[in-house]
C-alpha cells in the first residue's frame, strides 16, 4: 500500500480561484525498459463548483488527468494543486468514480454503498446510514437489489452502484471516469438528470471524462477536449447552455447541435488518425 | 449434481442412456447412490465375515462381528471416549494454535513485503519438509506427553495456513485499497474491510488443507509414542497381537475422517456463497 500523506485541510490560499490546477503537469510511465509519454505537460484549472468534461480519443491520458487529481499517480513533471496546495498522496477530498466499478464483491449492494459511513471520518448512525443508503439506491434505481452481490448485477447496475457509493458521502470535489458508458440510452439520461440535480444541489466541483459529445454537451461548463497520446489539451470550449438544463430535450435544441459541430470538428482529425476509438 | 453425473455418463458412453438397465438409472439419484455405497460395504463385510479361513488365519484375519463387539466394550468401558477425546484435544490445540499464529504472521508479511522476501526461503523450506520428521525431536525436547504433539500439529497446521495467508493478502485488488482510502479510510480500516476479508478465501483454504494433515500428523505423533489416544489403541493392540482391537482402532478412525472431510466440505460450501 502507498505511503498515505495527510491531506492539507482548511488552508486555502485564496489568491487562486481554482480548486484543482495543473501547472505544467505531464506523465511518463516506464514499460518495460522504455519510456511512454502519457500525459505532455498539461495547463489546467477547474473552477469550484466548476463542471468540466474532458473529451477525447481513447488512451489519450484523460484517465492519467484524473489519476493525477486524485493524488494516485505522482506527476513526472509540473504539479498538481488541489486549493492551492500541491497533492502528495491519495486526495481525500475528492469521490473517484474509476472506469473498472471497485465495489467489494463479498458485501452486498447496500453494504458496499454504505461503507463509506461506516469509516470512523464520517461515522454515521446506524438508522441515518440506512437510510441514506435506501435514498440512494432509490435515486439510481437499484431498490429491490439491496441483497444482491456485485456477481449478481448487470455492468450497468455494478455502475450505478458504484456511483451511488461515491455520491452518499458527498465530496466536494467529484472525479468521474467514463461512469455511464455501459448504461443504455434510456438509463443514461436519467442518471445525467440526476447527477445534474445532484452535483448542482450539493455545489460539486465536477471533472467529468467521457467519450460521449453529448454528454459533455449536456452537462459541462466547459469541455476540455484532448489529443491522441501523448496527451495534450488541445482546445476548450465554454458550453453557453443555460442552467438548469432538460437533459432530456437539450439535445434537440439549435444551440446543442452547433457546440456538437464545434467539438466535433476539433476532434475528427485525431479520430481518423486511427486511434482505436 | 445428479444432472451432472448423468451428462458426464452419457458423454462417456454416447447414447447409452436409452440401453439403460433400471439399476444403472437408480445409480443417478442420491438415494440410489446411497444405497449402493450401503449395499457395497455390506458385501464387503460379509465376505470377511464368511470368507472361509483356517484357525491361524482366522487369527489374522478377525471377523466384522468381533471387531463391532470390541467397539462395543470399548464405549460401554469408557475406553473410546477417553482415546477419542485425548487425540481430539490434542489435534484441536495445535489446530488452532497454528492458524492463529499463521493468520497472524501471514497477514504481517503479505503486508510488509520487504519482510517476507527476507524469510521466503524459510518458509519455503520448511513448508516442504514433512514435519513428521520433527516428531522425535519433539519427544525429546517435550516429552511423550501432549505437549510434543500439539507442537508437532501446531507447527504443521502453521507453514500450511501462513502460506496462503501471505499469498490471500498479496493478491488483494489493489483498486478496491485506493478506492477505500480516498473515502478516507484509514490504514487499519482499510487493512480490516479489505485485506483480510479478501483474503479469507485463501486463509480458509490453507484451513481446510490443514485440518487433514493436524489429523494425520496427531495420529502418526500418538503411534511413535504416547499413552494415549486413537494412535496409541492402535499401536498397543497391535504390539500385543490383540489384531482384533486393532482393527477396531482402525475403524474408529475411518469413522473420524469421514466425518471431518463431510464437515469441511459443508463449512466450505456456506463460506463462499458471495461468489457468482
Known sequence: MDQIAPAPTQSRKRDDPAKIRLVGAGKTFQVRGTELEALKPVDLGVGGEEFVALVGPSGCGKSTILNLVAGLLAPSAGQVLYDGEPVTGPNRRVGYLTQKDTLLPWRSTADNIRISLELKCRATPRAEATDRVAQMMELVGLRGFEHHYPAELSGGMRKRAALARTLIYEPETLLMDEPFG???????????????????????????????LGEAITLADRI???????????????????????????????????QHERLWDELKDDIIKGTDV | MAEQAGSVASLAFPGSRSGETPLARALTTPQGRIGARILLVAILLLAWEFAPVGKGTGFWLSKPSLVAGTIWQWILDGTLRV???????????????????????????????????????FLAGFYAMPKIALAPLFIILLGVGDLSK????????????????????????RDLVR??????ATRVEVIRKVVVRSALPWIFTGMRIAVRYAFTNTLLAELIAANRGLGFLIEFNSGNFNITGAYAGIAVLVLCSVLLTELLSRLEARVSRWRG
Open chain 1, 182 to 212: 455501459a448504461l443504455d440510452a434510456q438509463l443514461k439520461l436519467l442518471m445525467l438528470d440526476q447527477l445534474q440535480r445532484l452535483t448542482r444541489h450539493r455545489r460539486m466541483t465536477v471533472l467529468f471524462v467521457t467519450h460521449d
Open chain 1, 224 to 258: 476540455v477536449v484532448v489529443s491522441a497520446r501523448p496527451g495534450r489539451i488541445r482546445a476548450v470550449h465554454e458550453v453557453r447552455l443555460p442552467r438548469p438544463r432538460d437533459v432530456f430535450t437539450i439535445r434537440f435544441s439549435e444551440d446543442f447541435a452547433r
Open chain 2, 83 to 121: 482415546h477419542l477425546q485425548a487425540t481430539l484435544a490434542v489435534m484441536a490445540e495445535g489446530y488452532v494454535t497454528g492458524c492463529l499464529a499463521g493468520i497472524g504472521i501471514g497477514i504481517v508479511l503479505g503486508l510488509v513485503p520487504r519482510l517476507h522476501r527476507v524469510v521466503s526461503p
Open chain 2, 150 to 173: 500439539v507442537a508437532l500439529v501446531a507447527i504443521t497446521v502453521f507453514f500450511l495456513v501462513v502460506t496462503n495467508t501471505i499469498e490471500g493478502v498479496r493478491d488483494v485488488d
Open chain 2, 179 to 184: 478506492s477505500l482510502t480516498l473515502m478516507g
